[in-house]
């Protein structure tokens, strides 16, 4: 996911429950005769809300739609509020704002067989990325996990692409029930390209499973990082713009201190998977937590992820 991107106004004409906790949203031009940007399979828009808040959701529409834009929503009790407020707040008709299409978990349209992998709410960006697939007339093969068939978003789409073959479900996590990562890769053809989206367990299970497949044909998208967000505290931040010095105590996270002191800061996914929260580094060492900056980056210690990462000196100056 990404920096913020420019922003459009939609309406919003329907919400529809998919799942235990997880709506869809369907977000239309507030002009009708207006088509919506073009998006590809695999990207993303940012749903701008109160308090500064900025979330990104999955496309889960047909590519070739111009005339909406369809995400999905689960309703995460322990979040930030960015899914409570979607799932109590907002009514039909009303007006949002969005940025523009951003896709930093594309499709390969050229593979001919494709292998995606998707637990929970992770489904949403897999769903389009199958509608293009059925298009191009390419080879594909869903296996699909929920801890319950209710929390499972989209079966009945799913199930009208084609027959059970291609379409595996999993519910539970007995052994009978339980999806082997492992013998879905070893089950594919030696030039497939792999997809995943869903928790971290099952990230990390996927990976080792594809280790051994060239890089370039292995995608991900994650929830949240890989490791824990820094909160340990014990240090100081500096906003270089104000000369403000705030206080990271332990059981917090920089972006909290900022949030609670008023500071305006961008941020969406609150894991260090977006991108959102990158900030410039002008003074101190990060402890960078994140998945979003390249190995190169996080050695330079030029930028951070608030939302996630901590600090290995006493003080670190910020570019706010």
């Given at each position: 996911m990404s920096q913020q991107q420019s922003r459009m106004r939609v309406r919003l004409t329907q919400i529809r429950l998919e799942a235990n906790a997880i709506a869809s949203f369907e977000l239309r031009p507030i002009t009708t005769d207006q088509p919506l940007p073009a998006f590809t399979a695999g990207a993303h828009v940012d749903v701008h809300m109160p308090g500064d808040r900025v979330r990104s959701y999955s496309l889960v529409n047909d590519q070739e739609e111009r005339d909406r834009y369809l995400i999905a929503v689960q309703h995460e009790t322990t979040g930030r509020g960015g899914s409570a407020w979607l799932h109590t707040v907002p009514r039909v008709g009303m007006e949002l704002e969005i940025?523009?299409?951003?896709n930093d978990f594309p499709l390969n349209e050229a593979a001919e067989d494709s292998v995606f992998i998707a637990g929970g709410i992770g489904i949403t960006p897999i769903l389009s990325m199958i509608r293009r697939l059925e298009r191009l007339g390419r080879r594909w093969r869903l296996y699909?996990?929920?801890?319950a068939r209710e929390h499972a978003a989209f079966v009945e789409?799913?199930?009208t692409l084609n027959n059970d073959t291609r379409v595996r479900l999993f519910f539970g996590s007995t052994p009978d029930t339980q999806m082997s990562i492992q013998a879905a890769v070893e089950d594919a053809p030696r030039d497939a390209h792999f997809y995943c989206c869903?928790?971290?367990g099952m990230l990390d299970a996927f990976l080792d499973a594809t280790s051994a497949r060239p890089s370039e044909q292995v995608h991900f998208e994650r929830f949240g990082a890989a490791t824990e967000a820094a909160t340990t505290g014990g240090f100081e931040i500096e906003l270089a713009k104000s000369g403000r010095r705030m206080r990271v105590e332990a059981g917090k996270t920089m972006l909290d201190v900022l949030v609670e002191n008023g500071v305006p800061v961008q941020y969406a996914c609150s894991a260090g998977v977006c991108g959102t929260c990158k900030t410039a580094v002008l003074g101190g060492v990060p402890d960078h937590r994140d998945e979003y900056l390249t190995d190169d980056?996080?050695?330079?210690?030029?930028v951070?992820?608030?939302c996630c990462s901590g600090s290995q000196t006493e003080s670190l100056c910020l570019d706010l």
């Open positions: 940025g523009m299409p951003v699909y996990a929920a801890r789409p799913l199930a869903g928790p971290r980056e996080k050695r330079s210690n030029k951070v992820m608030v």
